[in-house]
């Protein structure tokens, strides 16, 4: 029987059900629920930022420096999660750091002053980069063994665990304090860690079939695949620029600029992971029909008018719209980037592209409080519709590496 499933891993075209053997199938499903893990808290933090703001009385560029923690925790553990990966296997590091994901969700809401704020959310972007680097690394790895374009599947999973996140934050946005709903997401983070962490301690990541052989498409010289990651990286961080943006500035927008309801405002991010998510579902028949290279540029052209009509809209349910168009501009093109990366150089390639691209989502944040700050923060959201046309244009020009 190892042998028949072997070759039917091997040979996809050959009868059955199922191309993988059964334990692909449990390391697919537990790593799909550690990508939802993973956007469920992050959604469940960013939608208290207004009340963690109020409650640190933070202007917006002490905010913005405060959420550079994230940032700044987050970059330097995914320079170092690549070798904590190497020794000890991604999938003991998705574990661990989704258990420190789920501790350290709690603090923000302990603080009350913007310092303090920026050094806890230094272990929130520890934590919150190892379990990026480290679940992506692992997707990477069963992707490749089980010879099957899933990835959007794994994003999809992290945007519909953003978009639970978000809505439960904003029901419970009126009648639990910060600390009460930070601490509840520990205890489900947790939980949901114990349960599903055995199946990846106990599996080592699975090898693909050309890796088992020795075989595998030809390489790229390798200046010229520097290259060419560099150039999806880029494309990955504009648009997890916006996604980082829209996280922890979208509903501070809603309630301060637009005076909506602190449920609306909430609701906003929600709204943005649901299509977000309806997108990356449809990711790999839109990629079938349009191939890469449409799909990169369709996606960020998307993407620059939805944002525009959000940040400028006079009135929220016009920005709800713009933030929903976005979501489904965005959607692909981050999967893409970063599968790309991975085709022209391995997982060394996903690695190099996806620290690009969460750094985008990271940096943004900040950024976006400094503008808000010198300007409006209308206008600093614009800087998002600037990017996701960046990304049209570069996907556009890295047309000839997505065809070879």
């Not at 994901?101 to 709690?106: G, K, Q, T, Y």
């Not at 609701?267 to 990169?296: C, P």
């Not at 940096?363 to 600093?380: E, K, N, Q, R, Y």
Request: with cysteine; aromatic share 6%; hydrophobic share 55%.
């Amino acid at each position: 029987m190892p042998q028949l499933n072997k070759l039917r891993t091997a040979l996809p075209g050959m009868p059955g059900k199922n191309t993988a053997p059964p334990a692909s199938d449990r390391l697919r499903t537990a790593l799909t629920v550690f990508f939802a893990l993973d956007g469920f808290l992050f959604a469940g933090w960013v939608v208290r930022i207004p009340a963690i703001k109020h409650q640190t009385g933070a202007s917006a560029a002490t905010l913005g420096l405060a959420l550079l923690g994230v940032s700044v925790g987050a970059v330097v553990t995914m320079m170092l999660t690549g070798r904590l990966c190497r020794r000890f296997g991604s999938h003991p590091v998705t574990v661990a750091c989704a258990a420190l994901l789920s501790v350290s969700i709690a603090l923000p809401a302990q603080t009350h002053s913007a310092l303090t704020l920026g050094l806890v959310l230094l272990v929130f972007g520890a934590a919150y980069g190892g379990m990026n680097v480290a679940m992506n690394s692992a997707a990477v790895d069963l992707v490749a063994a089980l010879r099957r374009p899933v990835m959007p599947g794994f994003h999809a999973a992290f945007s519909l665990g953003a978009m639970v996140g978000a809505g439960l934050g904003g029901l419970v946005a009126g009648g639990l304090s910060p600390a009460v709903h930070l601490f509840a997401l520990t205890g489900i983070g947790l939980l949901v860690t114990a349960a599903a962490g055995p199946v990846l301690v106990r599996r080592p990541a699975p090898r693909s079939v050309a890796a088992a052989d020795g075989g595998g498409a030809p390489r790229r010289p390798a200046a010229r695949t520097r290259g060419a990651v560099l150039l999806f990286g880029v494309i990955a961080l504009c648009t997890a620029y916006g996604e980082g943006a829209l996280a922890d500035w979208g509903a501070l927008h809603l309630e301060q600029d637009l005076h909506a309801h602190p449920g609306v405002a909430a609701a906003g991010y929600s709204l943005f992971a649901l299509a977000m998510t309806a997108g990356r579902l449809s990711g790999t028949a839109l990629l079938e029909r349009l191939g890469q290279t449409r799909t990169l540029v369709l996606g960020g052209a998307t993407a620059t008018a939805g944002m525009l009509l959000g940040a400028l809209a006079p009135a929220p349910w016009a920005a709800l719209v713009g933030f929903a168009v976005t979501g489904l501009g965005l959607a692909n093109i981050f999967p893409v980037a970063v599968g790309r990366a991975g085709e022209l150089a391995g997982p060394g390639g996903v690695a190099a592209a996806s620290t690009l691209g969460y750094g985008g989502m990271l940096l943004g944040p900040p950024t976006i409080g400094f503008l808000a700050d010198w300007f409006s923060l209308p206008a600093a959201l614009t800087t998002v519709a600037l990017l996701a046309a960046a990304a049209a244009a570069l996907g556009y020009g890295a047309r000839d590496a997505a065809r070879s």
